[in-house]
C-alpha cells in the first residue's frame, strides 16, 4: 500500500530557525502536496518579515508551493486556536479534495495539538449578563469562581481580567452544553521534527535577527503603527513587534531591544522544545531529523521514513 494513502498527513515541527519552511516545501514537492500552516502570527497580514512567512522559500524546482492559513486576518483581529482549528479544517479538506496531499508546517504547539490530538472545540458565543456581573470582581475572586469549576493548570486564563472573563464564561456555557463537536476526520500523520544543537540553534537565532533587522524589519512594524495599529496591539503579539515597538516609541534604546528581543527569542525556542517534548510523553510520535544536514540529505531521510509506511509511490522519484 502507498505510504501516503496510510496516512493522511505529514507534520513539520521544529524550533524557530530550524528551517522548517524550506524543508517542508521541498518534501511538500516531493509528494504532490500544499502547505498548511500551523504559526499563530503568519495568519496577520502585513506581519510579514517579523512572522518569518518567508514566502519566496514556497517557490521550489521551478514550482509555486501552494500554501494556506497565511494572510488570512488582519493585525488586530481575534484569531484563536478554534478559529485556527476550524480553518485547519477547511485547508485540509480542500487539499485532498484537489488529490494533493496535506503537509502541515508549524512551531505553535497549541495549533499542532489541536489537529494531532483531534481537538473538539465549540465556539462559544459572548455572555454579556455574565461580563457586567463579573466586571468589578477581583482577579483573586475570579480565580476563586474559575476554579469552583477547575483546577487552573493552564495559567494562561489568569494572567489579566479578560482572559479570567472569557474563561469563566467559557465554563459557564460548559454548564449547559457539550463540550465537543463530534464532526472532525480521522487524522493520521506523520510527524517529521527538525533538531539543532543549542549553540547551533543559538547562532542562527542571533544571525537571522541581525540579518531581519538590516532588511526592513523596523520599518515594517512602523507601517503598522502609522496604519493605525495600536502599539497595545503590536505589543501583544509578542516577540519581535513588542520589542521593535517600544524601541520606535522610545521607550527603548537600539541596543537594548536587541539584547532583549535576542533573548527572548533564544526562551522561545526552548519553550518550543519543551512544547515538542511534552507532546512525545502525551503519545505523538515524532521522528527527529537533524537539522544541520543539508537539504537534500534530509529529504533523502524523510522519503525512507515515509517508505516506512508502505512503498511511498506518490514520491517524486
Request: charged share 30%.
Amino acid at each position: 500500500m502507498d505510504a501516503l494513502k496510510k496516512i493522511n498527513l505529514l507534520c513539520v515541527i521544529g524550533p524557530t530557525a530550524s528551517g522548517k519552511t524550506e524543508f517542508a516545501a521541498h518534501l511538500a514537492y516531493e509528494v504532490d502536496g500544499e502547505i498548511i500552516s500551523a504559526d499563530s502570527r503568519q495568519v496577520y497580514r502585513r506581519m510579514n518579515i517579523g512572522t518569518g512567512k518567508d514566502l519566496e522559500e514556497y517557490f521550489v524546482n521551478g514550482v509555486n508551493i501552494p500554501y494556506h492559513l497565511i494572510d488570512i486576518v488582519d493585525p488586530g483581529a481575534e484569531y484563536n486556536v478554534f478559529q485556527y482549528r476550524k480553518d485547519f479544517l477547511s485547508s485540509f479538506e480542500a487539499v485532498r479534495a484537489e488529490n494533493k496531499f496535506p503537509v502541515l508546517c508549524g512551531g505553535t504547539g497549541m495549533y499542532l495539538e489541536a489537529v494531532l490530538k483531534g481537538y473538539r472545540l465549540i465556539s462559544v458565543p459572548v455572555n454579556e449578563e455574565i461580563r457586567r456581573e463579573l466586571g468589578n470582581l477581583t482577579i483573586k475572586e475570579m480565580e476563586d469562581r474559575l476554579r469552583s469549576y477547575r483546577s487552573l493548570h493552564n495559567i494562561t486564563d489568569t494572567v489579566s481580567h479578560k482572559r479570567l472573563i472569557r474563561a469563566i464564561e467559557i465554563e459557564e456555557y460548559y454548564q449547559v452544553h457539550s463540550r465537543e463537536d463530534i464532526s472532525y476526520p480521522e487524522i493520521k500523520p506523520l510527524i517529521l521534527g527538525l533538531m539543532i544543537d543549542r549553540e547551533t540553534r543559538r547562532k542562527r537565532i542571533t544571525d537571522r535577527l541581525v540579518h531581519r533587522l538590516r532588511n526592513g524589519m523596523i520599518d515594517e512594524v512602523q507601517e503598522l503603527l502609522d496604519s493605525g495599529i495600536s502599539p497595545e496591539t503590536l505589543i501583544y503579539y509578542g516577540l519581535e513587534y513588542k520589542y521593535l515597538t517600544l524601541y520606535l516609541m522610545g521607550r527603548s534604546s537600539y541596543n537594548e531591544m536587541f539584547e532583549k528581543l535576542n533573548i527572548a527569542i533564544h526562551q522561545f525556542a526552548k519553550r518550543q522544545m519543551t512544547w515538542f517534548r511534552k507532546m512525545e510523553r502525551s503519545g505523538i510520535e515524532i521522528h527527529w531529523i537533524d537539522g544541520i544536514l543539508p537539504l537534500d540529505e534530509k529529504i533523502r531521510i524523510s522519503k525512507e521514513i515515509i517508505h516506512l509506511y508502505g512503498p511511498g509511490n506518490r514520491i517524486r522519484g
